[in-house]
């Protein structure tokens, strides 16, 4: 694979910025850094020769001023409505502010904060549970990222409501880092916002690990600017009996690419990888999911919807692997798109790689668009062709939407997904 050949230099010299300024982290975590960045030239930002951006162009990200360029920060963010309900976090760059009470047993920790409390937990898992080996975009976060946010539900703790995080200005937060770590019997929501203005390039990292019978119920809330590249990794490790569920919402953007996966290290453990994403004008989205089972008796479940219009194109990319030892693996996964101009356009591979033989597994994809027999029913009831429209529109995307269980979040995006496409002509 291609090395960097568009301003290598400024990303050398912005690392060894990084290695000045955390001159005192332990050495584990600069030796991580290092790899991360040894492996970051060696494979150089995906292009469209790279089999897995094949649809999805970054070269616009090499030279690396999207990310580094001194912008100015915006506005103060203003937590999003949704976020009333339970605790929120204000990512500033300089560390998480959190409004609200914590359940007893929880902890939200600086980087720093963690190293001096928490410095096994995180040599343990920071960094290693999302392997940057072959991932670019992933290794230019480890290497440059300077802060994060690292959740902490001790063993029974019980999240009643969920944990905002809100990423606003991009000046302060490019590069945010999350790591969640759910011990056993826990149970954690987590709810991730990027929203911003300009043009800039927001490169998240969020890490998950799982103890037995550990629940963490995670949502990304992806609203950037149109102007903005926005790239997300989120990586899970699942011990016995634990459940993940993700669902990844994505509205934002001029290009958008989200990596997530899973692996499933012991039996009995279930996880739900979910998303909606509604784009338009000329928005490309691009969602890669791996569900790696690597024991028997594990479930897995998966539902992507698209809704794209204009020019818009989307991307889906689907891997569920079955190893030898994963017996009585079920897993489904679907991806469903709907298209509302004839010039959307949508890409959709969902795969199996089985290598166990008394396994259920399924998949499939679809792309339509609306049915316009059921659109002339809706007017022949005197309901207008943007109001019928509309409203299949939202029908085609309600079941996902239902897979969100914080209330005022799922009625957030359903309000947004009406207002989206309201005022569109067909």
Not at 37 to 49: A, D, K, N, S
Not at 138 to 154: G, H, L, Q, R, Y
Not at 232 to 256: E, H, K, M, N, T
């Amino acid at each position: 694979m291609p090395a960097v050949s568009n301003r290598a230099d400024l990303y050398l010299e912005r690392f060894s910025n990084v290695l000045a300024r955390s001159a005192d982290e332990p050495t584990w975590l600069l030796e991580r850094r290092k790899r991360a960045m040894e492996r970051f030239l060696q494979l150089g930002v995906p292009t469209l020769r790279h089999e897995e951006y094949k649809y999805t162009d970054l070269s616009p990200l090499a030279d690396g001023q999207l990310l580094f360029a001194a912008q100015p920060g915006s506005a103060e963010t203003a937590l999003p409505a949704y976020a009333a309900a339970g605790s929120a976090g204000l990512e500033t760059g300089d560390g998480p502010q959190v409004f609200g009470s914590l359940p007893q047993g929880a902890r939200v920790l600086t980087l720093a904060e963690a190293l001096r409390s928490e410095p096994e937990l995180l040599q343990r898992h920071l960094a290693a549970i999302a392997n940057c080996e072959d991932h670019a975009i992933c290794a230019v976060n480890t290497a440059f990222f300077s802060n994060a946010v690292v959740i902490k539900a001790e063993r029974g703790t019980v999240f009643d409501e969920p944990l905002h995080l809100v990423f606003g200005d991009p000046a302060r937060a490019s590069l945010p880092r999350v790591l969640i770590v759910a011990e056993r019997n826990a149970s954690v929501q987590v709810v991730e916002t990027y929203a911003g203005s300009g043009a800039y390039w927001r490169n998240a990292v969020t890490e998950i690990y799982a103890e037995e019978n550990a629940r963490v119920d995670h949502y990304r809330a992806q609203v950037e600017s149109t102007d903005a590249f926005h790239t997300g990794r989120l990586q899970a490790s699942q011990q016995r009996d634990s459940y993940v569920s993700s669902f990844s919402i994505s509205f934002g953007a001029a290009v958008a690419r989200n990596d997530i996966g899973t692996r499933l290290n012991g039996t009995g453990c279930e996880c739900s990888l979910d998303g909606l994403y509604a784009v338009r004008g000329e928005q490309l989205v691009d969602h890669h999911t791996s569900i790696d089972h690597a024991m028997p008796h594990c479930n897995s479940h998966q539902l992507y919807k698209g809704v794209l219009d204009d020019r818009a194109r989307g991307v889906f990319n689907g891997k569920i692997f079955v190893r030898p030892d994963a017996q009585k693996t079920d897993a489904v996964q679907s991806n469903k798109n709907l298209l509302l101009s004839d010039q959307s356009e949508v890409n959709t591979k969902p795969q199996l790689e089985i290598d166990a033989n008394d396994v259920r597994c399924t998949h499939g994809a679809t792309i339509g668009q609306l049915d316009s027999l059921a659109a002339f029913y809706l007017q022949s009831r005197g309901i207008g062709a943007a109001r019928a429209r509309n409203l299949l529109t939202y029908a085609f995307a309600a079941d996902a939407l239902e897979r969100i269980k914080v209330t005022p979040l799922k009625e957030h995006f359903e309000s947004s997904l009406l207002d989206r496409f309201a005022s569109q002509e067909p």
